[in-house]
T-cell receptor
Framework: GAVVSQHPSWVICKSGTSVKIECRSL??????MFWYRQFPKQSLMLMAT?????????EQGVEKDKFLINHASLTLSTLTVTSAHPEDSSFYIC??????????FGPGTRLTVL | QKEVEQDPGPLSVPEGAIVSLNCTYS??????FMWYRQYSRKGPELLMY????GNKEDGRFTAQVDKSSKYISLFIRDSQPSDSATYLC?????????FGKGTLLTVNP
């Protein structure tokens, strides 16, 4: 099956710093990637939809200036959490959509902001 | 009313049992239905993908969709300890996936 990777798998940072998370589709090209956030014992909540070569579409309530998304190629999307605060601590998961519209998820990135 | 309702459990069964997991939904626009398995601290893994009402079988897993009742199910036969995970139902209309909360399943040896 299709493989999606994320880097890093976990990161700890100080409050006020920025963190970049990478999402890569390893064996297929993805014109569309998605970024989700998952809090403990909660479901995945879609943050934004990332289309290659265009601006991301953010879900209601998600601050676009805080969560910067770049989808510069058909295999790479990045999420940058700017000026991170403890309430941003969460599990961030990306997914990539293949030509059949099936979404494949990455392994997730656990962010802890001290 | 939430778009997708899923009992979070937890659900604990003995090895070899038949497991039934369910979700209900309210949005008639949902056309595609999926079940994902998520192990602790990992990303979701696609298990089953269905489009129409009816049953779809893949090994020990059977997905069932009843669009008239807005109800979907996942059955796991001969459950194994390695099936212990959180199972998430997901649904899609145009492009956006909407997930249930997930049901935590434990299969005891």
């Amino acid at each position: 099956g299709a493989v999606v990777s994320q880097h890093p798998s976990w990161v700890i940072c100080k409050s006020g710093t920025s963190v970049k998370i990478e999402c890569r589709s390893l064996d297929f090209q993805a014109t569309t990637m998605f970024w989700y956030r998952q809090f403990p014992k909660q479901s995945l909540m879609l943050m934004a939809t990332s289309n290659e070569g265009s601006k991301a579409t953010y879900e209601q309530g998600v601050e676009k200036d805080k969560f910067l998304i770049n989808h510069a190629s058909l295999t790479l999307s990045t999420l940058t959490v700017t000026s991170a605060h403890p309430e941003d601590s969460s599990f961030y998961i990306c997914s990539a959509k293949d030509l059949t519209d099936t979404q494949y998820f990455g392994p997730g990135t656990r962010l802890t902001v001290l | 009313q939430k778009e997708v309702e899923q009992d979070p459990g937890p659900l604990s069964v003995p090895e070899g049992a038949i497991v039934s997991l369910n979700c209900t939904y309210s949005n008639s626009a949902f056309q595609y239905f999926m079940w994902y398995r998520q192990y602790s601290r990992k990303g979701p893994e696609l298990l089953m993908y269905t489009y129409s009402s009816g049953n779809k079988e893949d090994g020990r897993f059977t997905a069932q969709v009843d669009k008239s009742s807005k109800y979907i199910s996942l059955f796991i036969r001969d459950s194994q300890p390695s099936d212990s995970a959180t199972y998430l139902c997901a649904m899609r209309g145009n492009y956006k996936l909407t997930f249930g909360k997930g049901t935590l399943l434990t299969v005891n040896p």
